[in-house]
Structures are given as C-alpha cells and as structure tokens.
C-alpha cells in the first residue's frame, strides 16, 4: 500500500511509519510529519493485458478501428455539446443584456421622475 505525505512524496506504508517512528519528520524536506498526516493512494484496477489474438494484423487493424470509431463519435458528442451550450449561452446573454437596459430605462425614469418633484416642490415654494 502507497501513502502520500503533505509535500507530495510517495512512500510504501510500511517504510514510512517505522521512518516516523524513528524521526518524526518527512524524509524529502524534514519538515514535522505525523501518521495521521499521511494520506492513502487510491490507485486504479490493474488494466488487464490484451489476449495474444490481438498480435495479428486483422486484430490489430480492427483494434484501430474500433479506437477510431470511438474517437470520432466522442468528437462528435463533444461538438454538439459545444453548439448547445453556444446557443444557451447566447440567449441568457441575450436576456441579460434585455434585463439591462429595462433596468437602465426604469432608472433613467426615476431620475426624471425626481428631478421633476424637485422643480414642482421648488416652483411651489417660490410662489408661496
């Protein structure tokens, strides 16, 4: 089993608990190290090799094939998920930019809506 310290280093469990025991501190850097600073590695399933039937030309050209196939059609997804969210994004822009200038219009007619109590309170107490 792998355990990884805080400053990165990679170290088999066994060798860096009795390294702890004996130092308290991270071999690379020297720094203060604890067991319960020690993180373990989770590494993936162990690939299994490929049957020796794929080492002729016809496996192995279909091998390629198949990875191709599987490329392109990834690709493909790829790109419509990109034109769908160009379009989702182009009408929330869309939106945003209407929402804006609703907003800049409404503040524009408060300001003149004020700025007209404002000459009707000052014309009111100059004549009276």
Known sequence: MALCARAGGIF??????EYIAQNSQDPL???????EDLLEVQTPRIVPAKPATSNSIP?????????????????????????????????TLY?????VKVAAKLTAERDEARAAIQR?????????
């Not at 850097?29 to 067991?35: A, H, Q, V, W, Y």
């Not at 009707?120 to 009276?128: F, L, V």
């Open 29 to 35: 850097n020297g720094e203060f190290l604890s067991e």
């Open 12 to 17: 088999e469990k066994d060798a860096i608990v």
């Open 95 to 99: 939106y945003h930019d209407a929402a």
């Open 59 to 91: 496996s192995l050209l279909q091998t390629f094939q198949s990875e191709y196939d599987a490329l392109a059609l990834e690709s493909f997804e790829l790109k419509k998920q990109i034109l769908e969210t160009k379009k989702e994004l182009s009408s």
């Open 120 to 128: 009707a309170k000052a014309n009111g107490n100059g004549s009276a």
